[in-house]
């Protein structure tokens, strides 16, 4: 057994004065493939006593090693290895427990099956950042659009980058050790596409459920997410941050720089919307054809000198001529309307003079026709003239006039319309009289009550 150098983790030492000997402990990557590496575990461990650990600018050193009962973040510890974090750029001075003469090293280890007692390892972690890295979603997102209330598959596309922090040294060390234990493990070497292949999952991990609760919460249609990229992107940034921080990782930057839907679902929402503005178009049509046909009735209204509500009096009038019910019943619907529907004074007073012709002269005919034997009734009086007619008459015979069918109003004598049942002119109501005696007839009346002459 050579008293200079037999255990394979230690770096080689040749010659007597490699006898006495320590380490420089330091990497440097020479090319590309190197550089991609973000954790490299250094090819030698168990250094001599005194070894040199040399850091780079953008390198972190994890150096572990059993030699003190104890723990760097815990000295109350015991039986712990100790591990400690050096952030670059640096030059440590190692105590690792290992002789420098390598004899006596060698023979120590011999005591141990050939391993050292005093075991050391170096960890290198490249802190720089990596940005600009692509992410996208493998599976679209079912989302319900909260505008259009139809289902959409979403997918979206964008940037992230990390890094291992080492500016803060309160919290680099144990982002360190973190990322180590939770990502790297034991492996030697770590590289680049490992870690984006990593955190690649971890951002579609959660994204989806991020991205469809903004969408719901917020409540944009994909049609309109376009204008709410950066809003989406700051407000997924903030809760990836924490998951990120879990495994020693900062997150620097997180971004959406596309989010779309496939051409099906925007044909879907499409429909749906010409099917709003279809539905929204006819109200409003039916609508306006019926605004334009009440101002058109407001105008004639305004021409002819009524308003609505004498037209809903002429209405009622009208209904109330052609019932044939008794003059009380028909005097108590005019009483109420007048009152209660509050037309106006010329409506009040219209309706007044029909209820006044109906009750008030229906005693002082009866009393003519007692009294003169029913002269007007059975004679026609010339409104020209003034001579006196037989009612069959249809020209005076004095002047020539020619009566109409209706004859005239036994009150006022104006001309009356065939079959009226009220005077224009007066509102006196007409009644059927008996043509052999002249007494008014009741309505639907087939004989005189005062002679019984069939009518």
């Excluded at 509500?309 to 209904?319: G, P």
Aim: glycine share 10%.
């Amino acid at each position: 057994m050579s008293l200079f150098n037999n255990n394979a983790k230690e770096q080689p030492h040749s010659g007597v004065l490699g006898a006495f000997s320590v380490d420089t402990i330091k990497w440097e990557p020479e090319n590309d493939k190197e550089a991609a590496i973000i954790v490299h575990k250094h090819i030698y461990e168990d250094f001599p006593n005194g070894s040199y650990l040399i850091v780079g600018a953008s390198q972190m050193a994890v150096f572990t090693n059993n030699l003190s009962a104890g723990d760097s973040l815990d000295e109350s510890g015991a039986g712990q290895t100790q591990v400690t974090t050096f952030i670059g750029p640096c030059k440590i001075k190692l105590e690792t427990g290992d002789s420098r003469f390598s004899p006596f090293r060698n023979i120590s280890h011999t005591l141990t099956g050939g391993e050292s007692a005093f075991h050391s390892t170096v960890y290198f972690i490249n802190t720089t950042y990596m940005n600009e890295l692509s992410w996208g979603t493998h599976a679209p997102i079912v989302v319900e659009d909260p505008e259009e209330g139809v289902n959409v598959h979403v997918r979206a596309f964008g940037l992230f980058g990390v890094h291992i922090d080492q500016t803060d040294t309160s919290s680099a060390v144990i982002n360190a050790r973190k990322f180590l234990n939770k990502v790297v493990g034991t492996r030697a070497d770590y590289t680049r596409d490992e870690l984006v292949s990593f955190m690649r999952a971890k951002v579609l991990e959660f994204v989806p459920d991020l991205l469809a609760k903004n969408i719901v919460d917020n409540g944009i249609g994909v049609l309109k997410i376009s204008t709410h990229l950066s809003e989406f992107s700051q407000n997924i940034k903030e809760k990836l941050i924490e998951h990120f921080n879990e495994f020693g990782l900062t997150l620097d930057n997180f971004s959406f720089s596309n989010i779309n839907v496939p051409d099906e679902d925007l044909a879907a929402i499409n429909e749906m919307k010409i099917k709003k503005k279809r539905d929204r178009l006819e109200a409003e049509g039916t609508a306006s054809k019926m605004d334009i046909e009440s101002e058109a009735r407001a105008r004639m209204r305004a021409r002819e000198g009524y308003t609505y509500q004498q037209e809903q009096s002429f209405k009622v009038m009208n209904a109330a001529a052609e019932n044939e019910g008794v003059a009380a019943t028909f005097a108590g619907a005019g009483m109420g309307l007048g009152m209660g529907i509050q037309v106006g004074s010329a409506i009040g007073t219209g309706m007044g003079a029909i209820v006044q012709n109906t009750m008030g002269n229906q005693q002082p005919l009866a009393n003519s026709q007692v009294s003169s034997n029913n002269e007007q009734a059975d004679n026609i009086t010339c409104p020209d003239c003034g001579k006196s007619n037989p009612k069959s008459a249809k020209f005076c015979i004095s002047c020539g006039r020619k009566f109409a069918d209706g004859g005239l109003c036994p009150d006022c004598g104006a001309t009356l319309v065939a079959g009226a049942k009220f005077c224009l002119n007066c509102g006196r109501k007409l009644q059927q009289v008996c043509p052999n005696c002249g007494t008014e007839l009741i309505s639907g009346a087939k004989f005189c009550p005062e002679c019984g002459t069939s009518v």
